[in-house]
Every structure is written in C-alpha cells, then in structure tokens.
C-alpha cells in the first residue's frame, strides 16, 4: 500500500511540475500580485450579508456584520498551535493555517489536528528560506511540490491555496528579475489560489506583547470591511 501510494504521490508532482513547464513556455512576462482575501480562506465568523433564520428567530435576518474577518497563521505548526485550535473551537471560529515543512512527530500531529478540526490548510513554502526559495523558479517549483506532497501524505489533504514568504510583493524576490510576476500567474494558471493580508499583528516582527498584537489587529480590521 506504501509502495503504492508513494506511485501516486511522484505521478502527482509530475503532473504538476508538467503545469509549471507548460505555463513557462507560455507565460507572459505582465501581470502582478493579487490583493488579499477572496475564495479558498476560512471566513472567521458571520461574515457581512442576510442570515437565515434559526430556530428561535422565525422571519428575522441576522445583523449584518460591520467587518468581515479571514484570520490566517503562519509559520506553524507551531508549540502554540494546539492552544490556537482550542481557542478556536471554544469561539467556534475557522481559520487558514499557511504552514511549512516542519517534520516533527509534533508537528504531524499538529497538522492532522488543524485538519480534523474543520480548519484549511494552506502553504507557506517547506523551507521558508527566501534566498533558496526565490533564488530561481525550479527552487520555488522544487520547494512547492515538497511541501504539497509532504501536507498530503501527513493528512491526506492536497492543499490548494499558498501565500508567499513575505507576500507577493517582497522585497527579496525581486533581486530575480520578473520572477514574481512568473511564480504568481503561474501558481494560479496551476490551479491554486494565493493569498497576502491586509492586517498585521506585527508578532512577526519582535512584537510579543499580547495586548500589542490584539490593538495592531483590531485597529487594522477597523479600516477595512474584508481584513485577512
């Protein structure tokens, strides 16, 4: 069965390192990056528009929401991200984890948790090395079937949205000439979606403050109607 899945695996990389060559043999050298937020991430709460009526309000529409909300992590699994989930779960709240290739058996189980408990799981590169991953588009190719690959052994669930270390506009990418423009049309014309943010919590950026992190957020989400 092994032996059998691993066919399976390498016949999928294939197929899709097939996409990315046929994409780059026709590729236009125009194009940027996307905004963020759209269809593929998990929607943190009621999102804006007309409810339906529950049990208990007959004929009555839900409030329409001032802010709709798509809350991603990054970086994980991470020693943090089981107490996330059951934070998540107490507020009953969805989220996107962009995760990478982490191996341990902590965080394999991790990722089967983030799974099991109803959230999507998304890609963030395996390697998260802007030097190797962004130093030409066989690296990012190479680092992106990795990752997918390995997410689909570990849960069975083959991934179809990624966001790039540093989002789409990064600054490091682009000492290769053009090779944003390519690795963003190209991962889209390959079927997936990518996705940036609107709102930081800066945590990334030596913010440990918990009462930080939660003002940065929530002064961010208050200037957008649709915050990631």
Known sequence: ALTEQLGILQQQQAE???KFQNWEAGREETGDGKISGGDG???SGNSGGQGTADAGNQ???EPVAAHEVYLTFDD???IYTEEILDILD???VKAT???VGKE???AKEALRDIVARGHTLGMHSYSHKYSELYASEEAFEADFLKLQGYLEDVTGVKSKVYRFPGGSSNTVSRRSKGIMTYLTKAVEACGFSYF???VDSEDAGGVTSSNQVFKNVVNGVEQHKYSV
Do not use: H, I, K
């Open 16 to 18: 899709m390192a097939e």
């Open 41 to 43: 991430l998990q929607n």
């Open 59 to 61: 004929g009555q529409e």
């Open 76 to 78: 994980g699994p991470s």
């Open 90 to 92: 107490e507020y009953q």
């Open 97 to 99: 984890f962009f995760v």
């Open 104 to 106: 341990s058996d902590a």
């Open 196 to 198: 940036d943010w609107n």
